[in-house]
C-alpha cells in the first residue's frame, strides 16, 4: 500500500484519467474529490463488499432457484 500525506487542495493522479483531491479535513474526517471516468466504478469501502457478496451469492444460485425467482 502507498501511503501519501496530502494537504486540503491538493492531490494525486492515478494513471492518466483518475484524480483524487483532499477538500476538507475537519474533526477526523477527511472529504476526498474524485473525478473518474464513467466507466469507471468508485465505492466505498462498504458498498464494495456488499456487491462481492451480492455477486458471490448470485454465482451459487441454480437453475430452479432462477425458476422461482
Known sequence: ?????????????????????????????????IQAPENKGVYRDEVYERILALNLLASRLNDE?????
Open 1 to 33: 500500500m502507498l501511503v501519501l500525506t496530502r494537504k486540503p487542495g491538493e492531490g494525486i493522479w492515478i494513471g492518466d484519467d483518475i484524480r483524487v483531491r483532499v477538500l476538507e479535513v475537519r474533526d477526523g474526517q477527511v472529504r476526498l474529490g
Open 65 to 69: 432457484d432462477i425458476e422461482q425467482l
